[in-house]
């Protein structure tokens, strides 16, 4: 690219949201020029994630993740992938596929070179599997499972908001190992894809057998041995009610309390029954256990070939889609992993 500045546009953060879904009020978009400073490499950017945690940057209040709050005025950041198309770094050159975990949600970024990590492109594998199931939805599901979950064969396994990013690889690495799986989620829909393409073993809709207690005595009558929480609120409440000797709960996320304050969020009565049942619950943000990375791909890639994991996204196009991608997160209208695709 000839010219020595790139024009883009960003989106950035206007006001805080410190309950309900964020709108358009507090999220912008703007046209900005950038320079490209010396060890800068700037990338047009392809793929972005659209994850659960940006949203809870965005409240202005201490939050329960203890992510930091993105400043007012500043460009909000995502895992993303983007094309080099100029570089100050002669260690990346033009056209090479790169990766980070602060892409900015724009259509061009400029950053450190230490901040980009190349992509090997593997044959056969869609871009946007790095930012599912062989990135961090991938890795989070893995942790659960495999690290905090302790799933054997056999196992009672129960997986929340089921069919998203993260539940739907947990799920299906669950099933692997050989499991009894069943997942809730929000839509009829999602109830016949987890049955039919993801070989859950049950899964209900949750806006419809609304009483939980009754659902999870229905779905386990053998109780539950591993919970992958990535709801929280009322649904762990019901949970703690049918867990067995011994459980393992896995507290991923707690999406249904994202967008109140903490006093408004939804308290958990029951705790206990961790003490009778010597239940262990252990909560795990996916960044401290990077070190596995190689080891979780290494399996995911197996997985993946032998077709025992399928991966599933929901696109939005565009750089304008970005609210809309970001909102559709707190309703239940998506099936997998949530990317939004700035640069055809
Ligand atoms: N600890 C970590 O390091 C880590 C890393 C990644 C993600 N997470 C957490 O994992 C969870 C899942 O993330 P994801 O990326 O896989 O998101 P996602 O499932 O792709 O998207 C969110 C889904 O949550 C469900 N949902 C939304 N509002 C809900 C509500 N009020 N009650 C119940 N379900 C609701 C919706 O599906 P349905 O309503 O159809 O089920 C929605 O599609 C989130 O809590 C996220 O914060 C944690």
Known sequence: MATAELESREWYVASYAPTGVPNSDHIKLRTLTLSIPDDHVAFQILYVSIDPYMRTQLSGLHDGLSLPQIPLGQVITAFGIGKVVRSKDTNFSEGELVMSRICPVAEFGVLPSNL???INHAHGVALPDYLSCLGMPGITAWVGIEKIGNAKAGS??????????????AGQLAKVKGCRVVGSVGSDHKVKLLKEECGYDEAFNYRIETDYDAALTKYF???IDVYFDNVGGKMLEA???????????????MISEYNKVWKEREGVRNLLNMVGKEVMMKGFMVGSYYNHFEEFVKEMEVHLKEGKIKSKHKIYNGIESFLESLTSLFSSSNVGKVILQVTP
């Open 221 to 223: 009558p053998n109780g």
């Open 239 to 253: 949970v703690l009610n049918h867990v067995n000797h011994g459980a393992r709960i896995a507290l991923c996320g």
């Open 156 to 169: 009672n396994v129960y997986i929340s908001a089921a069919a998203g990013g993260v539940g739907i690889i």
């Open 116 to 118: 980009l990590q190349k």
